[in-house]
């Protein structure tokens, strides 16, 4: 039932089996135990090391990754594939030892195969992996070697294969929410962990510290920036509720960012002061591949120094998007920039429809600024689209102005200043119609990148998507490169929120040090777009559920609310929204959650949980709301959006 598996011509064989092997007909040799040369040739000697092992109950991945770790060539075959044979017939004529397993000669060729295919999305063999890398096929390994590819991994030495020789258990490549949650969490089991993070310095020269965009340059300067004008719009709402103001009241930008700021830089001491209680190893250095498992770490002053590390998590986030056109990077700036800016940005065109496009853009118009949004297409690409409409519209309600279907060609100084002026020409998407403007800031929000083509995971063969930058990893945030895995923003297909990224980060890291078998759940994840009008959001949009279950088999409750706190000042009457989506096949489960209103974050937040338990309309009529408050409406839904009733709200 087995055959031999051999680098080269030496069999490699467990040492505390080969008396058994010697002594039997069914010897084991298990994957990833350490092996000695036993110098008996294979064809000489016709010895047969079997790999079977019924008491192993170790699944496909792990069999895979021992013995990718213990060969630098692995070839995974079967006995009759002629490909393989011509694969092994290469690696002789270049006088290159390998190891083979015969996949047909095991009873867990299943396990191991979906293994493979796991890791490397191809299912016919060979199977061929070089320093860990996948390789390929036969055709690939060809090519590899026709190019020089195959002889350069073949060159590249394997570091301190013992993983006690290395320098860390894990190297993190990002200092962001996630990298950090990872790395504290590794420590608390003992862990040599390092973090390398280093924040490259936007078109505008702006940098900052530990902490990722979250705390720097996102969530925290964006809420309390969108708390500063929702300051601006209580003290229009006091006078009704009889507070009489002695002088006119002004906004002071610098005084707002100068306290931001120092509340972010209270945030980074925090961070550094939990790595080093945590003994984190940090270093304020640019990460980057250079062997599999080595990195290359570069400091602001250009020296470079090497590290290895037996683990990797990649945790580089994602930075601004600019338009690639002239005056771009010379003259706008991004989310990056704006937070820090030193003088209050002035009459602002944003360019974008992302969430972060809308949520500057309504603050800033919140703090009285003159505001315009330039819309390519469609408004929270990926959101639910009729509740970003109803943020449109309220936005247009409230002073921004809107320019729809069009897109910037050029951007060019007018005026040196702080901030100066700017003129914008765009066209429209039709290329019929020309747009001029002059505006003292341009903030470009028009998507974000991956940092993942820099930091050379070429080198060490991690995939990623050609076209996003954006790194493919399994169930277990495992990239095709065993050894090292991602988190956040950099993967494909997952939400870039930062609780998920740090929920992820520890998840991991009690999978690979703590034996924890918890996977992060990237289902029913709440989340919310502060805009003026906040929208909180929990599952499927209404597209994506009638896409999903149909739209016969879908029920969509819906009203209109008036937050109590707003009828005195009497505005924005039946303005906030609320409805949930239903599974009609599935008792009603709701699938979809969703809110416009005051503190929508709050509302979601518990509503998420109750999804995770999966709750029905029935719950929700069965729950007594409290009253009076905002939330209070779920519990009272009763118009479906097919019947086509009055939504409005009136009264208590």
Not at 10 to 33: H, P, W, Y
Not at 150 to 157: E, F, K, P, T, V
């Amino acid at each position: 039932m087995g055959n031999s598996v051999c680098k080269g011509n030496t069999v490699f064989m467990d040492t505390t089996r080969i008396k058994s092997l010697q002594n039997s007909s069914t010897g084991v040799i298990k994957a990833g135990e350490h092996k000695i040369k036993s110098h008996l040739s294979t064809e000489s000697q016709g010895l047969s090391c079997f790999t079977q092992d019924h008491s192993d109950q170790r699944d496909g991945r792990e069999i895979v990754q021992g013995f990718l770790g213990q060969n630098k060539v692995m070839i995974f075959s079967v006995t009759s594939c002629q490909l393989s044979a011509q694969v092994k017939e290469l690696f002789r004529s270049m006088k290159v030892s390998y190891c083979v397993l015969e996949l047909d000669q095991r009873e867990d060729r299943q396990e191991i195969q979906q293994a493979l295919w796991e890791l490397t999305e191809q299912r016919e063999l060979p199977s061929v992996f070089v320093n860990r890398q996948h390789i390929g096929d036969w055709e690939k390994t060809s090519q590899a070697h026709r190019e020089g590819r195959l002889q350069a991994l073949l060159d590249m030495q394997e570091v301190n294969l013992s993983p006690d020789l290395y320098d860390y258990d894990l190297l993190v490549i990002g200092g962001g929410s996630g990298g950090l949650a990872a790395a504290k969490e590794a420590a608390t089991y003992g862990k040599k962990v390092v973090v390398l993070d280093y924040v490259t310095p936007t078109p505008k020269g702006t940098t900052w510290g530990l902490g990722g965009t979250c705390v720097n340059v996102g969530c925290i300067p964006k809420k309390l920036m969108h708390q500063a004008a929702i300051l601006g719009q209580a003290i229009r709402d006091s006078q009704r509720y009889g507070w009489e103001l002695q002088e006119k009241v002004s906004h002071n930008w610098r005084n707002m960012r100068q306290a931001v700021q120092d509340h972010i830089g209270s945030l980074r001491f925090g961070y550094s002061k939990a790595l080093r209680d945590s003994k984190v190893t940090y270093m304020n250095a640019y990460g980057e591949f250079v062997g599999p498992h080595q990195i290359k770490a570069t400091n602001s002053k250009g020296k470079e120094t090497f590290y290895t590390a037996a683990t990797f998590i990649i945790a580089t986030g994602e930075r601004p998007r600019y338009l690639g056109i002239p005056g771009d990077k010379e003259y706008c700036i991004t989310s990056d920039d704006l937070f820090s800016l030193p003088q209050s940005p002035g009459r602002t065109l944003v360019v974008g429809a992302s969430y972060v496009a809308l949520e500057c853009a309504g603050f800033l118009a919140g703090l009285g600024l003159d505001i315009s949004v330039m819309v390519r297409s469609i408004l929270l690409r990926g959101f639910d689209q009729h509740m970003a409409n109803k943020i449109g519209e309220h936005m247009e309600q409230h002073g921004v102005t809107f320019i729809r279907q069009f897109v910037p060609t050029k951007i060019e100084r007018l005026e040196e200043g702080s901030p100066g002026k700017l003129k914008v020409t765009a066209k429209s998407t039709d290329g019929k119609e020309t747009f001029e403007g002059e505006y003292n800031t341009v903030l470009l929000a028009v998507g974000r990148d991956a940092c993942t083509r820099t930091i050379g995971l070429d080198t060490v063969g991690v995939k990623i998507n050609v076209k996003t930058g954006k790194i493919p990893v399994n169930e277990e945030e495992q990239t095709n490169v065993p050894h090292i895995y991602a988190i956040g923003d950099v993967l494909e297909g997952k939400l870039e929120l930062t609780p998920v990224a740090i929920q992820a980060g520890r998840l991991l890291a009690r999978r690979l040090y703590a034996e924890h078998s918890t996977k992060c759940d990237y289902t029913n994840v709440p989340t919310t777009v502060f805009t003026p009008l906040e929208y909180g959001a929990c599952g499927l949009s209404e597209e994506d559920s009638i896409q999903k279950y149909g739209e016969d088999n879908i029920e969509v409750y819906h009203s209109n609310f008036w937050p109590l706190e707003w009828t005195v000042p009497a505005r924005d009457n039946n303005t906030c929204y609320a409805k949930i989506i239903c599974h009609k096949q599935d008792s009603e489960r709701v699938v979809g959650f969703h809110v416009l209103g005051p503190n929508a974050g709050e509302m979601t937040q518990g509503f998420a949980a109750a999804m995770k338990c999966g709750m029905t309309k029935e719950q929700l009529d069965n729950t007594i709301g409290i009253h009076p408050v905002c939330a209070e409406v779920f519990t009272t839904l009763s118009v479906t959006k097919r019947s086509g009733g009055d939504i409005a709200k009136g009264g208590c």
